[in-house]
């Protein structure tokens, strides 16, 4: 009895602890926040920036707030000043909504009418997504219950492109960048198989690197040598064990990388082709493609095929699909162990 009165007493005493701790923690996180925000600004709203004063009991915490300050200054000049130079938006915001602005000035529908047979697609629309936006998730259900090893080989993305819109090529990038594991992401390669645009030369090359230092590689052909060697011009480039190729028009989705790598560290002769969606032209909306296999029609046209009979059989949607071909342009291959 006596044993189980002294257990409650300690805990009593425990309990008074914490109480006090986080009071005395609270009424100094208030004074802080006043101290830094001033008294014109809430805590709540945006504080003015680089302009934190130092003052207070602990010197180390001030200096800490002021260099935090100072690095989110870095960070929102790097992120916004560079994006908006170029006309474009990073972040959150921007006409993320599916579908069409709602109402263009007569101005803007011909500047998107020009662009739209400029580049096959509403590059005007393009230009005012954000670079950063999040598309729907569409794997099977029990993709997002499957865990992967940390330790997988890393990949080297090749995206090719010939006067594509820039901010198209930068989506491209940017979704790399954020759904890849940064530790599995060794480099990206853009190989410019001759442009003309003049925003794809010192414009794509000055805010790639300024964005994303030392991950960047461009490779520019002086001459139109079509997608198949300027693959393997970027391809010399690369130098992870795994190297990826794609368009310079796609948006991947979180965890795309893992599932992948590890079906080639299992076995290195793979070459996998992750499931893909449709992105359509009009509106960037991302429509959902059924799991299947792909093929030839007898004229030669890619076309999906229904996946084996067997596959069906097993009835689990996040199976690979077993196939000879690939009629789709993304591929990722250990080229590096083929070729060696
Ligand atoms: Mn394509």
Same mark, same amino acid.
């Given at each position: 009895?006596?044993?189980?009165?002294?257990?409650?007493?300690?805990?009593?005493?425990?309990?008074?602890?914490?109480?006090?701790?986080?009071?005395?923690?609270?009424?100094?996180?208030?004074?802080? $926040?006043?101290?830094?925000?001033?008294?014109?600004?809430?805590?709540?709203?945006?504080?003015?920036?680089?302009?934190?004063?130092?003052?207070?009991?602990?010197?180390?915490?001030?200096?800490?707030?002021?260099?935090?300050? $100072?690095?989110?200054?870095?960070?929102?000049?790097?992120?916004?000043?560079?994006?908006?130079?170029?006309?474009?938006?990073?972040?959150?915001?921007?006409?993320?909504?599916?579908?069409?602005?709602?109402?263009?000035?007569?101005?803007?529908?011909?500047?998107?009418?020009?662009?739209?047979?400029?580049?096959?697609?509403?590059?005007?629309?393009?230009?005012?997504? $954000?670079?950063?936006?999040?598309?729907?998730?569409?794997?099977?259900?029990?993709?997002?219950?499957?865990?992967?090893?940390?330790?997988?080989?890393?990949?080297?993305?090749?995206?090719?492109?010939?006067?594509?819109?820039?901010?198209?090529?930068?989506?491209?990038?940017?979704?790399?960048?954020?759904?890849?594991?940064?530790?599995?992401?060794?480099?990206?390669?853009?190989?410019?198989?001759? $442009?003309?645009?003049?925003?794809?030369?010192?414009?794509?090359?000055?805010?790639?690197?300024?964005?994303?230092?030392?991950?960047?590689?461009?490779?520019?052909?002086?001459?139109?040598?079509?997608?198949?060697?300027?693959?393997?011009?970027?391809?010399?480039?690369?130098?992870?064990?795994?190297?990826?190729?794609?368009?310079?028009?796609?948006?991947?989705?979180?965890?795309?990388?893992?599932?992948?790598?590890?079906?080639?560290?299992?076995?290195?002769?793979?070459?996998?082709?992750?499931?893909?969606?449709?992105?359509?032209?009009?509106?960037?909306?991302?429509?959902?493609?059924?799991?299947?296999?792909?093929?030839?029609?007898?004229?030669?046209?890619?076309?999906?095929?229904?996946?084996?009979?067997?596959?069906?059989?097993?009835?689990?949607?996040?199976?690979?699909?077993?196939?000879?071909?690939?009629?789709?342009?993304?591929?990722?291959?250990?080229?590096?162990?083929?070729?060696?």
């Amino acid at each position: 009895m006596a044993f189980v009165f002294r257990r409650w007493r300690v805990l009593l005493v425990l309990i008074v602890l914490a109480v006090g701790g986080l009071m005395n923690f609270w009424t100094k996180c208030s004074t802080r $926040s006043v101290q830094v925000a001033g008294p014109d600004a809430p805590a709540d709203v945006k504080r003015p920036r680089g302009n934190v004063t130092a003052q207070g009991p602990s010197v180390s915490h001030e200096v800490l707030l002021k260099r935090l300050s $100072s690095l989110e200054d870095v960070v929102y000049r790097q992120l916004n000043g560079l994006s908006k130079s170029l006309g474009l938006i990073e972040g959150f915001g921007g006409g993320d909504k599916g579908s069409l602005p709602a109402t263009l000035s007569p101005a803007e529908e011909s500047d998107a009418k020009h662009l739209r047979e400029k580049y096959g697609y509403n590059a005007y629309l393009s230009d005012r997504i $954000s670079l950063d936006r999040n598309i729907p998730d569409h794997r099977p259900n029990k993709c997002r219950k499957v865990s992967y090893p940390r330790d997988l080989p890393q990949i080297s993305l090749i995206f090719i492109f010939v006067n594509e819109a820039l901010s198209v090529i930068l989506r491209s990038v940017h979704s790399a960048v954020n759904h890849t594991p940064a530790h599995l992401l060794k480099e990206i390669v853009l190989v410019d198989d001759n $442009s003309d645009d003049e925003q794809l030369k010192a414009p794509l090359e000055e805010y790639v690197n300024k964005r994303y230092p030392g991950l960047v590689k461009i490779v520019r052909n002086q001459k139109r040598e079509g997608l198949i060697r300027a693959r393997i011009e970027g391809w010399k480039v690369a130098t992870a064990e795994v190297t990826g190729f794609f368009d310079a028009h796609v948006e991947f989705t979180p965890s795309w990388a893992e599932p992948v790598l590890a079906r080639i560290k299992e076995d290195h002769k793979r070459i996998i082709l992750p499931s893909i969606d449709n992105i359509k032209h009009e509106t960037f909306e991302v429509e959902r493609y059924e799991n299947s296999g792909h093929g030839y029609s007898w004229e030669l046209w890619c076309m999906y095929i229904s996946p084996p009979k067997q596959w069906w059989e097993e009835g689990d949607m996040s199976a690979p699909i077993r196939q000879v071909n690939f009629t789709y342009t993304i591929v990722v291959a250990r080229v590096r162990y083929q070729l060696n």
